[in-house]
């Protein structure tokens, strides 16, 4: 059945729900408060990471994010603040990471990529529109033998899970990238990641959308939900009095706010991240993670990418030049011919990731009101796991068979 669908928010998630619904016969709106052509889906390392097998909720982030806490040019930097909403999502994540939560959640978070990482490739293969997209694997640089000891158990739990991983020495990972000097003891390669340029996917993306009649209205921020009866019978924006059957919340960091309007409770903390972009030639052609640092190098197309820093600290897109040195200095120390020059770091850009508490996305209907789907809570995975949850969008709506169970993604996990 050919239902009318509004999806609130533009980014990766919300335009691949799109995408999956159009496909189905729907009738279907994007609306978004901005242009399209900033935030998390465009300014993010542009990795499609089965690897990323550990949740952001892992045991000892809490002890790290306390001894970091003091430090502002720290990977994870956590601004203490006395808000109800973040105390109770710092309460919800300290009880999500534990070492049993964590395992159970390895299968989900490896299977949900996986199934976007075959999605991606089926887009390419379509020739619906062009893109560019690697599959060339991720390294886990190491500078220290410790922050090697312990990426290497995460690879062996990676190989348990049926994903080829190898442990490399220096020599062995300088004959594959052979035109650079890397500052490493080691790598952890994972064989199973790819890689995208995000700012040239999105707006192929769209213009593909729109050739297909899905709606695209920008600069429509929603002021008000009307509700009835369990539910939405339409979205307010300063110009719109939009009215529709279904309605998919994908607004990312913002979602908590909308999810409230609606008298669900949603978890979320905005996790700032950075991106530079490096114009000149770097011979990276391999994508990777400087470890100690917690910085991800991509070689995207025509430029690399130099990403990383996790900050919460409320909704804000203040550029801490602090975090963004940290960020070229790591990438220096681990690549000592790089020179991202002054221009490259004052042109950094930031972008604001939806953090769940236990590290799984939201993905599915609440309770308390019939027709809406909530797409959100991605964290760092929110480009890796577009396509899937897309596709489990489109699921829903059209009362389809899931790829994939919900309910690890439930809405109301933490009511």
């Not at 669908?5 to 990766?12: A, L």
């Not at 220096?170 to 000097?181: A, L, M, P, T």
């Not at 769209?206 to 939900?225: C, F, P, Q, R, T």
């Amino acid at each position: 059945m050919t239902k009318s669908v509004i999806i609130v928010g533009g980014g990766i998630i919300g335009l691949s729900s799109a995408y999956y619904l159009q496909k189905e016969g729907h009738k279907v709106t994007v609306i978004d408060k901005s242009d399209f052509s900033s935030g998390a889906s465009y300014v993010n390392a542009g990795y499609i990471t089965p690897s990323h097998i550990i949740s952001l909720a892992a045991p000892g982030m809490i002890n790290k994010g306390i001894k970091w806490m003091f430090n502002p040019s720290s990977p994870f930097y956590v601004k203490p603040r006395l808000n109800i909403d973040f105390l109770k999502w710092s309460l919800a994540f300290k009880k999500s990471a534990t070492a049993k939560k964590v395992e159970k959640a390895i299968p989900v978070i490896k299977d949900i990529n996986l199934l976007s990482r075959e999605l991606y490739q089926e887009m390419k293969n379509s020739n619906e529109f062009d893109f560019f997209h690697q599959h060339k694997g991720l390294m886990m640089y190491y500078q220290t033998e410790k922050a090697g000891e312990e990426e290497w158990k995460v690879g062996q739990k990676a190989i348990k899970e049926g994903l080829k991983v190898e442990n490399l020495s220096k020599e062995e990972v300088q004959k594959i990238e052979s035109n650079i000097d890397i500052n490493i003891k080691g790598a952890v390669y994972y064989h199973s990641d790819a890689h995208m340029t995000p700012n040239e996917f999105m707006p192929k993306l769209k213009a593909y959308l729109k050739k297909k009649g899905v709606s695209i209205l920008e600069n429509e921020e929603v002021l008000d939900i009307v509700v009835a009866s369990d539910k939405i019978k339409a979205i307010k924006t300063k110009n719109l009095n939009a009215k529709a059957d279904e309605f998919v919340i994908a607004t990312g960091a913002w979602s908590q706010n909308f999810a409230k309007k609606l008298g669900i409770k949603i978890p979320i903390q905005a996790g700032k991240g950075y991106r530079i972009n490096v114009n000149k030639e770097t011979n990276i052609t391999i994508p990777a993670i400087l470890m100690e640092a917690k910085v991800a190098v991509t070689p995207m197309n025509g430029f690399t990418r130099f990403a990383g820093t996790m900050e919460i600290g409320g909704i804000n897109h203040k550029i801490n030049p602090i975090r963004v040195h940290a960020i070229a200095n790591a990438a220096e120390k681990y690549y000592p011919n790089l020179n991202i020059n002054q221009q490259e770091r004052e042109e950094a850009q930031c972008g604001l990731r939806p953090l769940s508490p236990d590290g799984l996305p939201y993905i599915g209907k609440s309770s308390k009101c019939k027709n809406v789907t909530f797409a959100t809570g991605h964290a760092m995975m929110g480009w890796s796991l577009g396509p899937a949850t897309g596709k489990l969008v489109s699921e829903i709506i059209s009362d389809k068979k899931y790829s994939l169970s919900l309910s690890p993604f439930a809405i109301d996990r933490f009511s």
